[in-house]
């Protein structure tokens, strides 16, 4: 079946740590999208990217670096210039088209100790 | 993309209608409404979207105003594992840009 695949599930980092979160989709889909949600709130966004080799920064792209090399790969790194990562993270992609619908993962939890 | 405006939470019996609405005054003629939900700790997850007509399936209904400048999405059995947030969000998917997303509406069912 086709979808989206986050890893880790749950992570923890030590501060001052770079960590890597990875999304893989295997459903031929050219936008990819990075969300940060905190408890309680709703999905900020991260990057995003519309092709391979192509990426745009979001709301709260501080702090965060992206790669778009394949395009069914969309690997989110948090470095540590981020000062408040513990948060739940969300991948998604869209096909092009106008009556495409989103696609989401199932979610990283990352908990900074 | 358009911004859209939803009521922070509701309440909803169990076995009664839900009525959500959500506010897309700004919306462009080519943006189509989408409905998701998230359940705790998940993804969210698609519901259903439309242009202009009102659309039916087998989890809900969506009924957009003639204008278009709003929607209502209807759960109309609700059920305790409808308990979620439920975003309405507007985009044209042929032409991808930033996909925002509100603060969506917490739905509370209860027996």
């Known amino acids: 079946d086709g979808g989206i695949t986050q890893s880790p599930k749950y992570l923890f980092r030590k501060e001052g740590q770079n960590v890597t979160l990875s999304c893989e989709q295997n459903?031929?889909?050219?936008?990819m999208y990075w969300y940060r949600q905190d408890p309680g709130q709703g999905l900020r966004l991260i990057y995003y990217?519309?092709?391979?080799?192509?990426?745009q920064k979001g709301d709260i792209a501080e702090g965060y670096s992206v790669s778009r090399e394949k395009k069914e790969s969309f690997p989110l790194t948090v470095t540590s210039a981020q000062k408040n990562p513990t948060a739940f993270y969300l991948c998604?992609?869209?096909?092009?088209?106008?009556?495409?619908?989103?696609?989401f993962g199932e979610g990283s939890w990352l908990t900074v100790v | 993309d358009a911004k859209t405006t939803q009521p922070t939470s509701m309440d909803c019996a169990e076995g009664r209608a839900a009525n959500l609405p959500c506010n897309h005054s700004?919306?462009?003629?080519?943006?189509?409404v989408y409905w998701y939900r998230q359940i705790h700790s998940q993804g969210p997850q698609y519901i259903i979207h439309?242009?202009?007509?009102?659309e039916t399936n087998e989890m809900a209904s969506l009924i957009i105003t003639e204008d278009r400048k709003s929607s209502t999405l209807i759960l109309p059995h609700a059920t305790l594992r409808d308990t979620a947030v439920y975003y309405c969000i507007v985009h044209n998917a042929g032409n991808n840009r930033k996909l925002i997303w509100g603060l969506g509406t917490s739905l509370g069912v209860n027996p």
């Open positions: 998604a992609s869209i096909r092009d088209g106008a009556r495409n619908t989103i696609y």
């Open positions: 439309g242009l202009k007509n009102n």
């Open positions: 459903l031929n889909h050219d936008a």
């Open positions: 700004t919306i462009s003629g080519n943006e189509y």
């Open positions: 990217s519309q092709i391979v080799n192509d990426f």
